[in-house]
């Protein structure tokens, strides 16, 4: 019989880091994280579209609009705020 309590669950999850980033080429970039659902609560709002943060230095950085640059990654803005990440 396995134990699906909250505590269970978090126990077999990696700690979340202090910058991610959802781009593979990044090296903040840590696929284990990405195993399990994530989200982010910037400035006291839950945010779905961002692509890397850091909590310790407050910020975010999200797609702008549909702008890409010239090999077809999206333009990205940074945002400064108090960033929070949790496990859903």
């Not at 505590?7 to 994280?33: C, E, M, N, Q, T």
């Not at 994530?38 to 400035?43: L, M």
């Not at 407050?58 to 803005?77: E, F, N, S, Y």
Request: charged share 30%; with cysteine.
């Amino acid at each position: 019989m396995t134990d699906t309590t909250p505590a269970a669950a978090a126990a077999d999850r990696p700690a979340l880091p202090d910058h991610l980033s959802v781009d593979p080429r990044s090296p903040h970039h840590v696929a284990a994280v990405f195993q399990h659902d994530i989200g982010i609560r910037f400035n006291g709002k839950d945010r779905t579209d961002v692509e890397e943060y850091c909590v310790s230095e407050g910020w975010v950085k999200v797609p702008a609009g549909k702008t890409v640059d010239r090999k077809g990654h999206p333009l990205m803005i940074k945002l400064k705020g108090k960033v929070e990440a949790f496990y859903k």
